[in-house]
């Protein structure tokens, strides 16, 4: 384990290849039951590059009403699928939170996908940390202060790597500058899946 900064945790390759090609195998599933949607900004309406769906019992949406978690894919209607158990074991052995998680949203990054620097701050309660897992190709992570203006750094995620962010850390900016293509082998089609496990409500 790594501690970048307070609340900063990198576990490099918390999931071997083997993990990986299961959780791969296991999403393929998952995301037959709810597919990926591509959701717009609030106000603006412009679309996100990432495509995103969810499980577990509440899921992160985005449309030009707000941003909230809600228990039903915003396009099927149905309730999100169960959390897959290898996920929660990964929870209960690196989060430190005694909380389950009860949202895990699942982004997928195309070689041209990014994610402009943002807090996450639409939970109830900060007090439990966010658990993040990478699958596929490597992508630059940035991470900063609690405030936009703060300086910030950049870090290599590759496939299999999980980051924990938890106190000092949990409402720090952080996005997505770009995407290495043809990094990894893992997805077919290409390009990069992170899985976020929260505790929404
Ligand atoms: C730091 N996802 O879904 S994961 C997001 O790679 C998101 O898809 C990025 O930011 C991705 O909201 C980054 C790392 C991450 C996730 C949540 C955080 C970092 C965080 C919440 C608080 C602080
Ligand atoms: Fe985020």
């Not at 900063?8 to 393929?28: F, G, I, S």
């Not at 992160?60 to 894919?73: E, F, N, P």
Request: proline share 9%; charged share 25%; net charge positive.
């Amino acid at each position: 384990m790594l501690l970048l900064k307070p609340g900063l945790r990198l576990y490099k390759t918390a999931l071997d290849r083997a993990a990986q090609e299961a959780l791969r195998d296991e999403l393929r599933g998952l995301l037959r039951e709810a597919p990926l949607f591509r959701p717009a900004m609030p106000r603006s309406g412009k679309p996100f590059s990432v495509r995103m769906s969810n499980c577990g019992p509440f899921g992160w949406v985005s449309d030009l009403s707000g941003y909230r978690y809600q228990a039903r894919h915003p396009e099927t209607g149905r309730p999100w699928p169960a959390m897959p158990g290898s996920l929660l074991a990964l929870w209960r052995a690196l989060a430190e939170c005694d909380l389950a998680p009860d949202a895990c949203l699942i982004n997928f990054y195309d070689e041209q996908s990014r994610m402009g620097p943002h807090q996450d701050r639409d939970e109830a309660d900060f007090s439990a940390p966010i658990l993040s897992v990478s699958l596929g190709d490597s992508c630059l992570f940035r991470h900063g202060g609690d405030s936009r203006r703060d300086p910030s750094a950049s870090l290599r995620l590759d496939s299999g790597d999980v980051l924990v962010f938890g106190g000092p850390a949990r409402l720090m900016f952080h996005g997505v500058d770009r995407i290495l293509p043809k990094s990894s082998t893992l997805l077919d089609p290409p390009g990069r899946i992170n899985l976020t496990l929260r505790r929404a409500k």
